[in-house]
């Protein structure tokens, strides 16, 4: 299906983006290899279809993907909303290593290294990609607020929190958006930092909207996955538990048929149709590397399911076989 419909804008924080963005994470690593010219064609796409939040972060790709999507912001510069994180640590030594650091030397050193591979003088929105154990949210927000202070930063962003770790936070410095898995598989976040995102009047930005691809029908319970493509230890995409996951799908394809629509654009809809829902702002940013599928993607957004549909994906998440994260220490869910 395409639309001819604009891409509608949302909120976030004191601007306003397209209401669907694009998560860059892919392009650098973790699914697999990656044809940079058509990644870059599909960056050039997005903005052409209304897209204008890119979200990236210094770890993906220890700092390539920051390179890779900071020479496309600078071509774009007045009509790119440009996101990036620090607080996920990497060794050169041990590829497999994942610290989290939120110490205030380390976040003053990330944003400058952040600035030079991006090659741009403020970043828009700037992140804590994961909270340290024993760190008060209050000092690393204190830290970040000092960035905006400085013009190094516009607006503050966390990802993964809990609802009182995110007001909290907001009583320090005024928090522009949450970022979390949200998606037809992953609904914890509807506990406590929905309701505190809507109570507070944070953009909740959803990443891998499309379940890292078992939404869409990219990967399957007998598709190989390359040997660097993470999936292959995710829990989710395991066994049995791939198998079962994909059984529970059926009201999606089936709806994806009835509409004419493809899998993506139905779980990607059921995103949109939360904002409605719990009343605020919401801007998924699935990733791809397609330009097909970034137009397919951007469609999605002016898809409207009834409510006979929604009823009937609703149960899908809590009969979902294994945990979103294989570390659940590194997510929200694991501090609830």
Known sequence: MTSTTALPTAALGNTRVGAQGYGAMGISEFYGPTDA??????????????????DTADMYGSGHNEEFVGEFVRAHRENVVLATKFGLERRADDPAYRGINNS????????????????IEVIDLYYMHRKQDGVPIEETVGVMAELVAAGKVRQLGLSEVTGPELRAAHGVHPIA????????????????????????GVTFVPYAPLGRGFLSGAVTPNGELSEGDFRRRHPRFSGDNAVRNAEILAPMHAIATARGLTPAQVALAWVHARAQVHQLSVVPIPGTRSRSRVAENVAAATVMLTGDELAALDAIAGAVSGNRNADMSFISAGRE
């Open 37 to 54: 010219v058509e990644a870059r064609a599909t960056l050039e796409r997005a903005l052409e279809l209304g897209v204008t939040l890119f």
């Open 104 to 119: 205030p030397e380390y976040i003053r050193r990330a944003v400058d290294a952040s600035l030079g591979r991006l090659g």
């Open 177 to 200: 958006a949450v970022q979390s898995e949200w998606s037809l598989f992953s609904r914890d976040v509807e506990r406590t930092v929905v309701p505190a995102a809507a109570e507070l």
